[in-house]
């Protein structure tokens, strides 16, 4: 069965300061690789995706995570930290379908603060 | 930029009520989705939904839930008797077909209350 561990409930980080949120997987076979961000009051927004090629992925907002296939991770970073990154994070894995209709299976998240 | 959209975006029922939620995925998708996050857990899958019919449930996605797509732009998922434990944020979410399919695009939720 896939599962997603996010080893971090909270984080909090100064305004400017790098991020980096883990992720660790467990699938049997080839993943595909999700990170989502939850604003409050909002829904989820994916951040970036990985399924293959290069393994440091750049998403939206200056984001970027990088799979480690030998370390079952998947873990999400930002050089400089905006006070409006704040918002909960989750990781999530599928698997490779095609066609479609893949489930996501997602991390518990984890809420980072940033402080100005 | 197209979005999912849900309805409403917070409902309060009675235990043992129907409740339906509604959700317009993005028009141009085919495959239609409902996840659910109990308050500080994970987010959880319940089910799939493709060609009019279910691709895949989850176990929590038992008798008591239904999903329908009641015309070309409507995906609903009826809870036919509502228990406390049913209270969560559910999502709705949709993707394209083919290779474009594995993005999945999310609504921003209706908050479930059931007294």
């Known amino acids: 069965a896939q599962s997603v561990t996010q080893p971090d409930i909270h984080i909090t980080v100064s305004e400017g300061a790098s991020l980096e949120l883990r992720c660790n997987y467990s699938?049997?076979?080839?993943?595909?690789l999700f990170w989502y961000v939850q604003s409050p009051g909002q829904g989820l927004q994916l951040l970036l995706k990985y399924f293959s090629g290069d393994t440091l992925v750049q998403g939206i907002k200056g984001f970027e995570a990088e799979f480690k296939r030998s370390q079952s991770s998947f873990n999400l970073r930002k050089p400089s930290v905006h006070w409006s990154d704040a918002a909960e994070y989750f990781c999530?894995?599928?698997?490779?379908?095609?066609?479609?209709?893949?489930?996501?299976?997602f991390g518990t998240g984890t809420q980072l603060k940033v402080e100005l | 930029e197209p979005e999912v959209t849900q309805t409403p975006s917070h409902q309060v029922t009675q235990m043992g009520q129907e409740v339906i939620l509604r959700c317009v995925p993005i028009?141009?998708?085919?495959?239609f989705y409902w996840y659910r996050q109990i308050l500080g857990q994970k987010v959880e899958f319940l089910v799939s939904f493709y060609n009019n019919e279910i691709s895949e449930k989850s176990e929590i996605f038992d008798d008591q839930f239904s999903v329908e797509r009641p015309d070309g732009s409507n995906f609903t998922l009826k809870i036919r008797s509502t228990k406390l434990e049913d209270s969560a944020m559910y999502f709705c979410?949709?993707?394209?077909?083919?290779?474009?399919?594995?993005?999945?695009?999310f609504g921003p939720g209706t908050r479930l209350t059931v007294t």
């Open positions: 979410a949709s993707s394209e077909g083919g290779s474009l399919s594995y993005e999945q695009y």
């Open positions: 999530a894995v599928g698997p490779l379908l095609t066609g479609g209709g893949n489930k996501l299976t």
């Open positions: 699938y049997g076979a080839t993943p595909y």
């Open positions: 028009s141009n998708h085919l495959y």
